[in-house]
């Protein structure tokens, strides 16, 4: 963001560094282009698509319970009989081939539905993991975003405040080699000028780190992110009723869901573990035949059935669990354990999303409310740096006075940037608290940086 500065400063320094931020922004990416960069490489969401389409390939191997098998089956076996010492032959060589179709059609398995409805309920979990996961990337790469802006940020005002006191420190030099000054003066501003030179190198190896942050997002070096436009106007929220948002958060936070969906799951279950009580019957049919040749000939070959046989079955296969060693019995207390766990997780769910949308709701609204403090802040901070200066010159104030006042303006303007990206990202924060923040949110956000 661009900072204004006091009229009787030295603007050169400050130009120097726009100068040098607009350069850096010629090839800027916007929050857009990165969201839809790290969708396509960002590590722990591309997890979680994938897991979304295994839980879609478990759903169809579920359904499949609903259909008929079919399975062909092919034999070739090859025999060698020796005999005993006879007038017939010493031995028989057969050759057989068979060929078959077997197929199976579960007609009544109580377990078949509710193993297929949990199937289903399972994608939908994993669905609302996935939108879990976009919503913690929006988050994530929007925070690493920000955080690279308001580090730059910080960096400039360190670099125009160290120019700003490096004036003040020659101004100092001058006016002690004249007579008009004390050698107090010099010193305060060099001690300054040296804690202005620290404050720098700790700014620029800040900015580094929050840059490889937001390169990994997106596998690339040297991502530059866009600035927020001028004027800088904050985004209102949609409501400014805090009870609205945790009532949203209950209908549509994806943890709640998938915690309801954890429950209905832990009673699927339970239905499967009962249908362990209960009789299956099964439809089964076989189509087949069987080729045999061998070495005999005459009535012996013909005794021997040498030839083509073929055979057709259909039967029906009913079987009822009558003793289980108490496996099934214990399968279903534990199951039904797993219910009362499965509620406690989705109260435990519903209780952690109202607080950390309320949470979310008073940050941001603190937030806004230190933005208005710290632009009246500033404009304040202006007029009482001129007013030093002034007084400096006049012989009424003293360096450090002078130094006081720009070190607390460029404080000021910092923490101002600051508490702007703040509101922006928090107000992502709370849309994520209330199961609210879509893609969409993205697009909203990219509509206040610079074009």
Not at 85 to 113: D, H
Not at 268 to 276: E, M, P, S, V
Not at 428 to 444: C, I, M, N, T
Request: hydrophobic share 40%; glycine share 6%.
């Amino acid at each position: 963001m661009p900072f204004v500065q006091a009229r009787r400063l030295n603007l050169q320094p400050l130009a120097l560094a726009a100068g040098l931020l607009l350069a850096g922004t010629a090839q800027a990416q916007s929050l857009q282009d990165l969201y839809d960069a790290a969708r396509g490489y960002d590590a722990t969401y591309l997890a979680s698509k994938a897991a979304a389409d295994a839980a879609a390939a478990r759903t169809a191997q579920a359904e499949a319970l609903l259909r008929p098998t079919l399975g062909l089956s092919v034999t070739g076996t090859q025999a060698r009989t020796e005999l005993p010492s006879g007038p017939g032959p010493s031995s028989i060589n057969s050759t057989t081939l068979a060929a078959g179709l077997q197929g199976k059609y579960s007609v009544y398995n109580a377990a078949n539905t509710p193993t297929i409805d949990k199937a289903r309920r399972g994608y939908a979990a994993a669905q609302a993991d996935l939108e879990i996961a976009e919503q913690d990337l929006i988050v994530r790469l929007a925070t690493a975003y920000f955080d690279v802006l308001a580090a730059k940020d910080a960096l400039t005002t360190s670099r125009a405040n160290k120019a700003a006191i490096a004036e003040q420190l020659a101004s100092a030099k001058r006016n002690f080699e004249v007579g008009t000054a004390t050698i107090t003066d010099t010193r305060e501003a060099q001690a300054r000028y040296d804690l202005a030179v620290a404050q720098e190198l700790a700014a620029d190896n800040d900015l580094r780190v929050k840059r490889v942050t937001l390169d990994q997002f997106v596998g690339r070096v040297g991502v530059e992110p866009k600035g927020l436009a001028t004027p800088v106007a904050l985004p209102a929220l949609p409501s400014d009723n805090i009870d609205t948002w945790v009532a949203t958060g209950d209908d549509q936070h994806p943890a709640i869901r998938k915690a309801r969906l954890g429950l209905e799951l832990a009673q699927l279950d339970t239905q499967i573990a009962r249908a362990g009580e209960k009789p299956t019957l099964d439809a089964t049919a076989n189509l087949g035949g069987q080729n045999l040749h061998n070495s005999l000939s005459g009535a012996a070959s013909t005794a021997s059935a040498v030839g083509t046989t073929k055979t057709a079955s259909v039967g029906l296969t009913f079987t009822y669990p009558i003793y289980t060693g108490g496996a099934t019995q214990n399968r279903i207390k534990e199951t039904l354990v797993l219910e009362d766990k499965a509620r406690n997780d989705l109260d435990f769910a519903r209780r952690s999303v109202a607080e950390a949308t309320r949470r979310a709701f008073f940050g941001v609204q603190s937030l806004k409310a230190q933005v208005s403090a710290y632009e009246a802040a500033e404009s304040s901070t202006k007029l009482a740096l001129e007013a030093t200066q002034l007084g400096y010159k006049v012989g009424v104030r003293v360096n450090l006075d002078v130094l006081n006042a720009q070190t607390q303006l460029y404080s000021t303007q910092r923490d101002l940037a600051k508490a702007r990206y703040d509101v922006v990202v928090n107000g992502l924060k709370l849309r994520q608290a209330s199961g609210q923040l879509r893609p969409e949110d993205v697009s909203a956000v990219n509509t206040l940086l610079v074009k």
